[in-house]
């Protein structure tokens, strides 16, 4: 297969399903690939599957986001590209020393009596929805509310609003996947967002006259006390970009990683109680099914990626899911071993970019997988899995399982 048979199979609806054979198609032909001038994939030069080249490029500050040349013009691009993450220095650094400062250690270990609240709660609730061996959908039960209580409890949204903005979030992530630059997915995130920026508008107008403990209102005080360098629009963008990051993420971390677990019952057997190892399974599990395949960094000048030229600004897919199945660096890489040693898998991205609340996910993992397989021992897949059937972020969205209890 050449790159662009590659990069069309793995567009296509199997594609989507099980890209992995066509990551180890890339990574025969080399580290980084030319891409043809056609179709879908015409706004990239190049594109990065070996590990090594990919981290190289993610850890070069002088590789950069390209802003989307009508970004102005619609009301989800604007959002986006006043947010740290779409954004380059100064004002990424800007932005991102603001929100550094919420994400301590101390905040840190505030939020695993949260998480492990939030997962006995739903382990009560699915005993009883699973009672007499009956089906349950673990996405709704599980891997959903989880990061969605947790990180609203963590921001400030009240849970009431949960559902509501559910929605919003996934017509702005359909819109971000590689293929989702449709006229109708535009239309339905530009009203996701304008909806979204509202809803915050309200929400910081009713912290500032009361206040909680939570992010927003931290960030509200900050803000008026001219503490920081942030208006209230790039508040605003910023808090709707963290949550969606926050979210989906980890809700497939969680029911990417479930499947993977039962599938190794002498790991499970290991857990209780060795914390090192449960944290090797979270690792490993968003090495193996990473729920974030790609990134796009544009080049700072000519120059050659490993033989091949790339042209000043031109983009450069940068495949994160093929790079962590990298055979020169995981060794056996289809193969689950939460005690692999070597280099961290690039699931949270590197360098300027490095995913805020990486701790925050692995905390959520490290924690509600374990408690969840002591509880349900004997739980157990009934239906083949599918995934989202996007690239950009990609897991499972339903998995029915009997709880065995
Ligand atoms: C398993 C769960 C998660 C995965 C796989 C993940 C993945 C990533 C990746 C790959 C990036 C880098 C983007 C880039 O370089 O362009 C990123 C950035 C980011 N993530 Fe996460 N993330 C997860 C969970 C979270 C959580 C829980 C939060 C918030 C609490 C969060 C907040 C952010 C933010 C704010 C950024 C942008 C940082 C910046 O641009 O400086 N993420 N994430």
């Known amino acids: 297969m050449d790159v662009h048979q590659i990069l069309t199979g793995l567009y296509s609806e199997e594609g989507r399903q099980d890209p992995y054979p066509y990551y180890a198609a890339l990574h025969e032909l080399g580290p980084v690939a030319p891409v043809p001038d056609r179709g879908e994939h015409r706004s990239v030069t190049a594109v990065a599957v070996g590990y090594d080249a990919v981290a190289r490029i993610l850890r070069d500050p002088e590789f950069f986001k390209q802003p989307p040349p009508n970004w102005r013009d619609h009301e989800v691009l604007r959002t986006l590209q006043t947010s740290m993450m779409f954004v380059n220095p100064p004002d990424h650094t800007r932005m991102r020393q603001v929100f550094a400062k919420a994400f301590t250690p101390r905040r840190l270990g505030a939020l695993e ?208 899911a093929g790079a962590n199945r990298d055979p020169a660096r995981f060794p056996d890489p289809d193969r689950f071993d939460p005690r692999r040693t070597g280099p961290a898998s690039l699931a949270f991205g590197l360098g300027l970019h490095f995913c805020l609340g990486a701790a925050v996910s692995r905390l959520e993992g490290r924690l509600a997988l374990p408690r969840l397989l002591a509880r349900f021992p004997r739980m157990a897949v009934t239906e083949e899995p599918t995934y989202s059937g996007s690239l950009f972020l990609r897991g499972i969205d339903k998995l029915l399982v009997t709880t065995g209890g």
């Open 113 to 320: 009596p949260v998480v492990a609240r939030v997962v006995d709660t739903l382990l009560d609730r699915m005993a009883e929805a699973g009672a007499g061996g009956t089906e349950v959908d673990f996405v709704a039960e599980f891997a959903h509310p989880v990061p969605a209580l947790v990180m609203a409890e963590f921001i400030g949204i009240p849970a009431r609003d949960l559902a509501w903005y559910r929605d919003r979030v996934e017509s702005i992530d359909a819109f971000l996947d590689v293929a989702g630059k449709t006229p109708e997915r535009l239309a339905a995130a530009n009203s996701a967002a304008a909806e979204l920026r509202e809803f915050y508008r309200d929400l910081i107008a009713h912290r500032r006259g009361t206040p909680a403990e939570d992010l927003i209102s931290g960030l509200v005080g900050a803000v008026d006390a001219g503490d920081v360098g942030l208006t209230e629009d790039e508040l605003i963008s910023n808090l709707v970009v963290l949550f969606n990051a926050s979210f989906v993420t980890t809700v497939y971390m969680l029911s990417n990683g479930l499947p993977i677990l039962l599938d190794h019952p002498d790991t499970v057997a290991a857990l209780p109680g060795d914390d090192t190892l449960a944290a090797g399974c979270v690792d490993e599990i968003l090495r193996m099914q990473n729920p974030v395949h790609f990134l796009a960094r544009a080049a700072p000048r000519d120059l050659d990626l490993d033989g091949v030229p790339v042209a000043r600004d031109e983009n450069v897919l940068l495949l994160l």
